[in-house]
Structure formats: C-alpha cells, structure tokens
Nanobody, 123 residues
Framework: QVQLVESGGGLVQAGGSLRLSCLVSGRIFSIDVMGWYRQAPGNQRELVATITSGASTNYADSVKGRFAISRNNANNMVYLQMNSLKPEDTAVYYC?????????????????WGRGTQVTVSS
C-alpha cells in the first residue's frame, strides 16, 4: 500500500556533501516516523537518523553534527543532508516510514522500506 523510493546516492570525496531524498507514496493517511538506516558490506544495518511527525529528531552518535534529517509533509518526502562525509560513511542507505494508510473509510498501520541507494565516500 505504501512505497518508498530513495535517490541522491553517489560517489563523493571525503569531506564532501550529499543529499539523499526519499519519496513515500500510496494511500497515506499519516506518516508518524521516517528514518534513514545504512548497511555497509559485512556489517549490520544501523539507524542513522529518525524524525517524527512533531519534528523530533534522533541521530546516531557517529553522524551527529554532520548529518541532518528533515521532512516535507506536503509531498511526503524525507531528506538526509550529509556533510563532512568520511569513508566510513560508505554504505547502502535505506529509507523507512511508519504510519497509517487508508482503504475506503478505514485506515491501517504500515511500516515500509525503500530498496536503498548507494553512497560511496572515497579517501
């Protein structure tokens, strides 16, 4: 019922910046929490940042001060601005959203993931 598509990944040099975007589409009633996660080869998927409907944010310690998450409620998009990138930031970045979708006069909870976008930071 709800689909997520990430974009904006690419190859950048250490110290550079990149902005990721995620479009959430479908029969959306509400989006309560959106977030970004990442997974490097051989590593576990880890939380990078989340943002609630009340604009409360949470960041992993490794990205605090460098990354910023934001959302546009009008078009159901979430962004991740990444600055001062480091080689250890290299990973596939995934978008996640939780909320409710509607079907007829009813609405139901959802939790959806995007397919990911590759971010590579060279040294």
């Amino acid at each position: 019922q709800v689909q997520l598509v990430e974009s904006g990944g690419g190859l950048v040099q250490a110290g550079g910046s990149l902005r990721l975007s995620c479009l959430v589409s479908g029969r959306i009633f509400s989006i309560d929490v959106m977030g970004w996660y990442r997974q490097a080869p051989g590593n576990q998927r880890e939380l990078v940042a989340t943002i609630t409907s009340g604009a409360s944010t949470n960041y992993a310690d490794s990205v605090k001060g460098r990354f910023a998450i934001s959302r546009n409620n009008a078009n159901n998009m979430v962004y991740l601005q990444m600055n001062s990138l480091k080689p250890e930031d290299t990973a596939v970045y995934y978008c996640n959203a939780e909320g409710e979708y509607y079907s007829g006069s009813r609405h139901y909870p959802f939790g959806s993931w995007g397919r990911g976008t590759q971010v590579t930071v060279s040294s």
